[in-house]
C-alpha cells in the first residue's frame, strides 16, 4: 500500500496540504499555547508557551496514536524546480526514525506547488512517505520540530529554503489524520466521527468557539 491509493479509499476527497481540518467534514481544530504569547516584552522567547505547546502536542497524539498502529509518516517539502534538484529524504527523516533501515523504504511522488504564488509554476511539492509502526518514531521530537516553525528553537526540520516542511501523521489503522501547522495549533480529521469525539469531549477547552462546528458535523 502507499499513501496514495490509502488516501483514495479512505480519504477520497482529501489533498494532503494544510487546512486538512477545512476539507474533511469530521475534524478538530486545536488551538495551542493558551493565552501565552510567543515573546516576553524584552523579545525573548516565552519558552513556558512552547512547553505547554510540547505538553498538548504529545497529550493529543499519545491517546490518538498507540504503539502498534500502522501509520503513514509523510513530508511535504517544497522547492525551487531548477536550483534545488536532489531529493533529501535523509535530511528530512534521519534524526526521527528509530532504525535507519527504514530509510531505504521512503517513497517519494513530486506535485505542483499548491500554495497561490505569483511564480508558482516554478516551484514544486515533494512528498515523503513511509509507512511504519507508532513505536519506529521518535514522536516527541517530531511533535517539538513541527512546533517549532517559526522560531529558533531546536529540534528543526531540515528541508529546503522556500517553505518549512509540513508533517502529517497518517494513522490507518484508525483512519486518523494528525497535523501540527505550528506551535499555533493542530489539525485532526477521522473518517468516522467516533474515533475523535472522545478527544474533543476531554479536550473542547483547546477548541475555540468558531472551530466547534467541526465535530456537530458528525
Not at 109 to 137: G, H, I, N, W
Amino acid at each position: 500500500m502507499n499513501i496514495e491509493d490509502y488516501l483514495k479509499e479512505r480519504f477520497s476527497t482529501l489533498e494532503l496540504v494544510p487546512s486538512i481540518y477545512y476539507q474533511w467534514d469530521i475534524g478538530i481544530h486545536f488551538s495551542l499555547g493558551g493565552e501565552i504569547y510567543q515573546l516576553k516584552e524584552n523579545d525573548d522567547l516565552n519558552l513556558e508557551r512552547f512547553r505547554l505547546v510540547y505538553k498538548q502536542t504529545s497529550v493529543l497524539f499519545n491517546e490518538m496514536f498507540e504503539q502498534n498502529d500502522d501509520l503513514f509518516l509523510v513530508t511535504n517539502v517544497y522547492k525551487h524546480k531548477t536550483k534545488e534538484k536532489l531529493t533529501r529524504k535523509i535530511k528530512v527523516y534521519k534524526s526521527f526514525l528509530k532504525d535507519k533501515s527504514h530509510l531505504n523504504r521512503i517513497q517519494v511522488k513530486t506535485y505542483p506547488y499548491p500554495f497561490e504564488l505569483d511564480d508558482a509554476d516554478e516551484y514544486e511539492m515533494q512528498q515523503f512517505s513511509l509507512l511504519c509502526k507508532r513505536k519506529d518514531v521518535r514522536v516527541n521530537e517530531l511533535l517539538k520540530a513541527a512546533s517549532n516553525e517559526d522560531f529558533p528553537l531546536k529540534p528543526k526540520f531540515g528541508g529546503y529554503s522556500i517553505d518549512y516542511p509540513d508533517v502529517f501523521f497518517v494513522n490507518i489503522t484508525k483512519d486518523i489524520i494528525f497535523f501540527i501547522y505550528d506551535d499555533r495549533g493542530c489539525e485532526d480529521i477521522a473518517r468516522e466521527a467516533k474515533r475523535i469525539r472522545p478527544f474533543y469531549e476531554k479536550y473542547k477547552d483547546w477548541v475555540e468557539e468558531v472551530d466547534k462546528k467541526g465535530m456537530s458535523k458528525g
